[in-house]
């Protein structure tokens, strides 16, 4: 078969047998291995940018909200430090919890579009309540507190969770999979160029809504007034009602796939398959190769390997809960940090927040054009896991630095560790002589990892994800998430003073040791990556 008609298989692939799919894949295998074919990428599709400014909408909502919880817990509700801390990780782990399940109603049910629409629905509630709730008399009369957690762990999490696994890979599934022809014959269009362009480029909404977020609703919460707060909260409420009539105007225009809710069966059905097999294991690569060549049964050889891919997608997201217990560190003990810092009466320690956001923004197109491009063409096409390890040891030097800062922030004056605070002016915070700028670099650092690691774990989800399986997959690759948030809980007592410097120390110590780790485990699926 000709390239020309590999091609044109691709074209109508998904809608193709499973024997015209297998040959369409021997054909690609043999394309890709000519040394003189260059493969690029091509523009992000329409269909795709309806989906991102979605995403950027809804991440205004999330990071602008949420950005003030710690100030608004410790100066309104009246928390202490290690409370507020614990009661923001906790918030953080069932917005990733309820991931699969949005996941799963998506791939089994009502498919992505639709429970996209479901969940915006429950988001927007908790949004309105959690402005409710911030009201003074809502807070006067004991509903604050009670009126945040219900806003917050059962509609902003159910909400933003049930979205989080679906549009992501919503906006990968607009791309033309396959590799397809350009008027110069040594130059094809690759989709999987294109779905890393697309996962960059989600991962710029994502931060351009979070650097907007953050900017504006902690100013809006800074004005004089007792409804400061539940003005803060209400502009999240309009920019995510604007991103909802975004996503639905272009409804026509999105490529949807119908669920299928067999395949949940029939992965289970193969899994046990392979487990029950007990014949001669040594011959096999893997032990899922025994379910290869059965009779009578629902899969096939190509969705076992598919299923293969997605069994190492998940060994590799076991490793990012310990890269998120030092990644929610910025919502909650960078902004105790900068608190206890020296600032301009303008400036809020949360606010510092934007930096990060405002890297990311500039970085990524920066990396997508120009960077990554550079080193293609140099014959460096870095692997998913080589990428992730340089984001963990990025992340790893951001925190030695937030470390160190403690150290010089204890052994300045005037409050010193702050155990001894007689003298400090009741509702005042107390500030060591140490300027708050010299926070600046970890938000920026932290940002160039999320560019390798973060971004890398979304795209890595996708495309090892069994076709039929990718939100549940992806779902679990946020779910990792929760772990991160399950750690910061669980040291949430040392997120205090004098103990900050232990707790920062620790935890880097332990990205370091997993970095370590994670490379040697997983460094040979580079290599599967890049023949694929």
């Known amino acids: 078969m000709s390239h020309e008609q590999s091609i044109e298989i691709k074209k109508e692939a998904r809608t193709f047998s499973v024997s015209s799919k297998d040959e369409y894949h021997k054909q690609q295998d043999l394309l890709l291995s000519d040394p003189n074919i260059i493969r690029q990428g091509e523009a992000v599709p329409g269909a795709a940018w309806f989906i991102i400014i979605t995403e950027l909408c809804e991440r205004f909502a999330y990071y602008g909200a949420s950005l003030m919880f710690n100030r608004y817990l410790?100066?309104?509700?009246?928390?202490?430090?290690?409370?507020?801390?614990?009661?923001?990780?906790?918030?953080?782990?069932?917005?990733?919890?309820?991931?699969?399940?949005?996941?799963?109603?998506?791939?089994?049910?009502l498919g992505k579009y639709k429970t996209i629409l479901l969940f915006s629905t429950v988001y927007s509630i908790g949004l309105v309540l959690l402005a409710l709730s911030a009201l003074p008399a809502s807070i006067e009369g004991g509903f604050g507190l009670p009126g945040f957690i219900v806003a917050?762990?059962?509609?902003?999490?159910?909400?933003?969770?049930?979205?989080?696994?679906?549009?992501?890979?919503?906006?990968?599934?607009?791309?033309?999979?396959?590799?397809?022809?350009?008027?110069?014959?040594?130059?094809?269009i690759d989709s999987r160029i294109t779905v890393e362009s697309v996962f960059r480029y989600f991962y710029w909404a994502i931060n351009l809504g979070a650097f907007l977020g953050?900017?504006?609703?902690?100013?809006?919460?800074?004005?004089?007034?007792?409804?400061?707060?539940?003005?803060?909260?209400?502009?999240?409420?309009?920019?995510?009602?604007f991103g909802l009539v975004v996503f639905v105007a272009g409804s026509s225009k999105y490529y949807v796939k119908p669920p299928n809710g067999s395949v949940l069966v029939m992965t289970w059905a193969c899994l046990m398959y392979a487990a029950r097999n007990t014949g001669n294991v040594?011959?096999?690569?893997?032990?899922?190769?025994?379910?290869?060549?059965?009779?009578?049964?629902?899969?096939?050889?190509?969705?076992?390997?598919?299923?293969?891919?997605?069994?190492?997608?998940?060994?590799?997201?076991?490793?990012?809960?310990?890269?998120?217990?030092?990644?929610?560190n910025m919502s909650d003990i960078f902004i105790n940090q900068g608190t206890a810092m020296m600032r301009p009466s303008w400036l809020n320690a949360e606010s510092l927040n934007l930096i990060n956001s405002l890297v990311l923004v500039i970085s990524i197109p920066l990396f997508d054009s120009f960077v990554f491009p550079w080193l293609r063409r140099m014959g460096l096409r870095l692997g998913p896991i080589t990428r992730i390890t340089i984001g963990f040891w990025i992340m790893i030097f951001g925190f030695i630095y937030a470390t160190v800062l403690q150290v010089v922030l204890y052994r300045t004056a005037p409050w010193y560790d702050f155990t001894d605070l007689t003298g400090l002016p009741k509702g005042e915070d107390a500030m060591n002589?140490?300027?708050?700028?010299?926070?600046?670099?970890?938000?920026?650092?932290?940002?160039?990892?999320?560019?390798?690691?973060?971004?890398?774990g979304l795209e890595f989800a996708f495309k090892f994800a069994t076709r039929e399986l990718k939100s549940v997959v992806m779902a679990l690759f946020l779910l990792t998430n929760c772990g991160g948030s399950i750690i910061g809980i669980l040291t949430a007592p040392l997120s205090k003073d004098p103990y900050m410097v232990t707790l920062l120390a620790s935890q880097t110590g332990m990205m370091a040791v997993i970095a370590v780790i994670f490379y040697y485990l997983f460094r040979h699926l580079d290599d599967v990556e890049l023949q694929s």
């Open 74 to 109: 410790q100066k309104k509700l009246l928390q202490d430090k290690p409370s507020a801390t614990a009661i923001n990780r906790g918030f953080q782990f069932f917005c990733y919890f309820t991931a699969v399940l949005g996941a799963v109603i998506a791939d089994v049910k």
């Open 152 to 188: 917050t762990y059962v509609f902003i999490a159910c909400g933003t969770g049930g979205i989080k696994a679906n549009v992501s890979t919503f906006a990968a599934e607009q791309v033309k999979e396959g590799i397809h022809p350009t008027e110069d014959p040594n130059v094809y």
């Open 214 to 241: 953050m900017l504006i609703c902690p100013a809006v919460s800074d004005v004089k007034s007792p409804y400061a707060f539940t003005y803060a909260y209400l502009v999240p409420v309009a920019m995510f009602i």
């Open 282 to 328: 040594a011959k096999y690569n893997h032990w899922l190769d025994k379910a290869k060549g059965a009779s009578g049964v629902a899969w096939d050889d190509r969705f076992v390997e598919d299923l293969k891919k997605t069994l190492s997608a998940c060994k590799v997201f076991l490793f990012y809960p310990f890269y998120w217990a030092l990644y929610n």
């Open 433 to 456: 002589e140490l300027s708050v700028w010299w926070q600046m670099p970890p938000y920026a650092i932290i940002a160039i990892s999320e560019i390798f690691s973060s971004a890398t």
